[in-house]
């Protein structure tokens, strides 16, 4: 089952997981936009090294694409670089219903007092920046133009500065894609977080609120799926959702 991430809102994620997981195919959602060579970059670093994982984040992505769309991305940008769910958010967006939505901001609070502030907006070209503050130091990141600047800023005063080109995202997404199909798991167990915080984003932005954020866990499913337990119900194939 493969989800187009920027078309899927938060309760199509989590019904298209929960879906996966009973009839027992593989599971991906599709973001060619975190293929981004700086983005790839930050994200196998925090993968790395807990030190790196942020206690402040603040990001912004532009492109040509309605503000919700990008915010969605972000969003799952944001639950790898931070590993946790948060317990709060806020958000707004600026606009009609798509594609008339040119501006959207979230804030997410942590219950470890960590923050993440995200803001998306229209625009004729895509350019992503960011700045996290971490334990070991700073990263900030400016992407434009299949471009990347990565300076990290280290405690002892050390400075790196690297400078990265992108390949093609969608090249890259599609072979990712085929790890999913030869059983790599890691967009079933995303996606429980990225849906609900969606959801709690979406409802945010409709009412004004601080909305908590509730989680649901893929992760006793996935036990059956990886260790080849007997299905309760017929193999049905692979079903493919393109978003909603």
């Not at 942590?110 to 350019?127: C, K, S, V």
């Amino acid at each position: 089952m493969f989800l187009v991430g920027d078309q899927a809102d938060g309760a199509t994620i989590v019904e298209a997981v929960e879906a996966a997981l009973r009839e027992r195919v593989p599971f991906a959602t599709l973001r060619p936009r975190l293929q981004q060579s700086g983005l790839a970059f930050l994200l196998n670093l925090v993968e790395a090294d807990a030190g790196w994982r942020p206690r402040y984040l603040e990001a912004s992505i532009a492109g040509f694409a309605d503000a919700v769309e990008l915010m969605r991305d972000a969003i799952a940008l944001t639950n790898r670089l931070m590993q946790h769910t948060p317990s709060a958010v806020t958000g707004t967006a600026i606009g009609d219903d798509a594609p008339e939505r040119t501006l959207a901001t979230a804030e997410l609070r942590y219950a470890d007092e960590r923050l993440a502030t995200l803001r998306t907006r229209g625009a004729a070209t895509e350019r992503i920046t960011l700045l996290a503050d971490c334990p070991l130091g700073e990263l900030e990141l400016t992407a434009e133009g299949a471009k990347s600047t990565i300076t990290m800023s280290l405690r002892d005063g050390r400075r790196e500065t690297s400078r990265l080109t992108d390949r093609d995202p969608f090249v890259l997404e599609a072979q990712r894609t085929m790890r999913v199909l030869a059983g790599e798991s890691a967009d079933a167990l995303h996606a429980p977080r990225d849906g609900s915080v969606l959801l709690a984003l979406e409802q945010a932005m409709d009412t004004g609120q601080v909305v908590t954020v509730e989680e649901r866990s893929s992760r006793a499913n996935l036990v059956l799926v990886e260790s080849h337990g007997s299905p309760t119900s017929t193999r049905r194939g692979r079903l493919h959702l393109v978003g909603v």
